[in-house]
């Protein structure tokens, strides 16, 4: 079954400790993407990646970090989470750009105390 | 600058009322790509239609249609004989021709349909 897989679906952790999301897709495709959603903001892109090792910044960079060392992950790292990096994670891929529908992962909820 | 605009924040109809969702977006390219997702309670986001800047025939899918007026900057979606698993939050969503990393969504449209 064609799919993007988050792990792990929720969270909760503390100001300052590390963590990563992951996010792997089995349909071959070049391009994915993070967006996180909060309340009456709707989805904001954080980072995507073109292809392996083409990584570049979207809306709302601050705070994270990828990597895109194969093709079918693309984890997403908070390297000292803070409260305000409290949301809902959606990771997304298309075959090679934008232009193309996005086919989502079920989403991170990631709570910061 | 792109933006898109989902003016209507929160819908309630009753069931089998027809109820229409507007968008209207902002971009200063020629080719540009728009798209409607449905999240429903359980969470997840689930593609539906896109439409390229060229192509302003209308679509319909089953009770689903869809309106794109470029005149307007528009591209409204209409849901016939509306049903309670219509329940969901609805996104417009708008990406620029050739852009890599820019994919803007509109703040959600949250439709509550009541049997």
């Known amino acids: 079954e064609a799919q993007v897989t988050q792990n792990p679906r929720y969270l909760i952790t503390v100001t300052g400790k590390k963590l990563t999301v992951t996010c792997s897709q089995n349909?071959?495709?070049?391009?994915m993407s993070w967006y996180r959603q909060d309340p009456g903001l709707g989805l904001r892109q954080i980072y995507y990646s073109m292809n392996v090792e083409v990584t570049d910044k979207g809306d709302v960079p601050e705070g994270y970090k990828v990597s895109r060392k194969e093709k079918r992950n693309f984890p997403l790292i908070l390297e000292s989470p803070s409260p305000n990096q409290t949301s809902l994670y959606f990771c997304?891929?298309?075959?090679?750009?934008?232009?193309?529908?996005?086919?989502f992962g079920d989403g991170t909820r990631l709570s910061i105390l | 600058a792109q933006k898109v605009t989902q003016a209507q924040t929160e819908i309630s109809v009753v069931e089998k009322e027809d109820v229409t969702l507007d968008c209207v977006y902002e971009t200063r390219d020629t080719t540009y790509y728009l798209f409607w997702y449905k999240q429903p309670p359980s969470g997840e986001l689930v593609f539906l239609i896109r439409?390229?800047?060229?192509?302003?025939q209308n679509e319909i899918s089953g009770r689903y249609s869809w309106n794109f007026q470029k005149s307007t900057s528009s591209f409204n979606f209409t849901i016939t004989a509306s049903q309670v698993v219509d329940s969901a939050v609805y996104f417009c969503?708008?990406?620029?021709?050739?852009?890599?990393?820019?994919?803007?969504f509109g703040k959600g449209t949250k439709l509550s349909v009541k049997p």
């Open positions: 349909m071959n495709h070049e391009y």
């Open positions: 439409r390229n800047s060229f192509d302003e």
């Open positions: 969503a708008l990406s620029e021709g050739g852009s890599q990393g820019n994919l803007i």
């Open positions: 997304a891929s298309s075959l090679n750009g934008l232009h193309q529908p996005q086919h």
